[in-house]
């Protein structure tokens, strides 16, 4: 079979690979779906020997169950079943593990695409325990997104306990941003979209924000609390850029909540004492979701027929892998999506 690897400063190669048989408790997953993420773009990007030409890409896998393990009972993985994949791994012992959250293993995890080989390819080898079912309603797109960017905003959402009627600041419309703001809105949020990109702003309009700022035009700080009269009750930061960073923070009114899920190579900076310690801020930090976090969101999206399929705006062969990556690396698009077998 063919797979993407990326091999360091923005080249990628498509490689003749085995195809893979499954051990005793794993499965083979024939992939229909595997999306492209902006996390994606640091390997991609990256000239380390550690991370680069090691192992096949894609961590948003997507597909049906091929063939299974010796030790795998049928009930869990029936051939042919429709499929997302937890796209970790670890010792299985620790607390971390045990509770579904695979990528906090003690022991360090597997990550899919970055450490373990990935979704980029027609066929993928994972263990059985990564599996979540993807009902017939969604499409093999809508698993691909969930298997990580929708799947991360749900997973942040959640974490902030977030209350219908409140007002949510979300920084950053990509396809994270992008998705929870029609995640937010579906939970009865008031969203104010804020990016300096006005197509994108656009695009969360579409998906429901109420209202949207670009930040590049207007202090997003006072724009916010001009349309909120003193500031949003939630904020999640999803741009990793510090000025958002630090926006999120000062955008916030007493008692708020900020979470950060977008990683960025620079610290933010604000006043501690003022904008957070006299204004009772909650700080969270969160990375990605838990297995059975994935299997809530993907059960919320079909509850709700929320329209993830709507953030892709580009669909590639695995022979146009390199071409994906140069544009995708422009960060000018919505989410992209690779299908090894051809439309979905």
């Known amino acids: ?37 902006g996390s994606d773009l640091h390997v991609y990007r990256s000239s380390d ?33 429709r499929v997302m994949v937890h796209h970790y791994d670890g010792c299985r012992t620790c607390s971390n593990c045990m509770s579904g959250w695979t990528q906090l293993c003690e022991d360090g995890p597997v990550v899919y695409g970055k450490s373990g080989h990935g979704a980029h390819a027609h066929y993928m080898k994972v263990p059985a325990r990564t599996l979540v079912g993807l009902s017939d309603s969604l499409s093999f797109t809508t698993g691909a997104a969930i298997s990580c960017g929708t799947g991360t905003a749900f997973g942040a959402i959640e974490r902030m306990a977030l209350r219908g009627g409140a007002t949510l600041a979300v920084f950053g419309q990509g396809p994270v941003g992008l998705s929870a703001t029609m995640l937010g809105a579906a939970m009865g949020a008031r969203v104010i979209a804020v990016d300096v990109v006005d197509e994108r702003l656009d695009r969360a309009k579409a998906f429901g924000a109420d209202a949207v700022v670009n930040a590049d035009a207007d202090d997003p700080v006072e724009a916010i609390r ?74 919320f999206v079909a509850e709700k027929s929320l329209p993830v399929d709507e953030l892709f705006t580009h669909t590639f062969s695995l022979d146009e892998a390199d071409d994906a990556y140069e544009l995708f690396d422009t960060q000018t698009t919505g989410k992209a999506v690779i299908l090894p077998g051809g439309s979905n």
């Open 1 to 37: 079979m063919k797979g993407v690897v990326f091999t360091g400063d923005r080249t990628l190669e498509l490689r003749e690979f085995p195809d893979p048989e499954p051990s005793e408790d794993d499965v083979v997953i024939e992939i229909k779906a595997s999306g492209m993420c």
């Open 49 to 81: 020997p550690a991370l680069v030409g090691k192992v096949i890409a894609g961590h948003e896998p997507c597909g049906v169950v091929l063939e299974r393990g010796a030790s795998v009972p049928e009930r869990v993985a029936p051939v042919g079943a």
């Open 226 to 299: 001009d349309l909120t009269k003193g500031g949003a009750d939630y904020a999640l930061e999803c741009s990793g850029v510090p000025a958002a960073s630090a926006a999120a923070v000062r955008s916030m009114r007493t008692w708020g909540t900020v979470c950060f899920v977008g990683m960025g190579a620079k610290p933010a900076t604000y006043d501690v004492t003022n904008d957070i310690i006299r204004k009772q801020l909650t700080l969270l930090g969160s990375w990605t979701f838990s297995a059975a976090g994935q299997r809530d969101c993907a059960a």
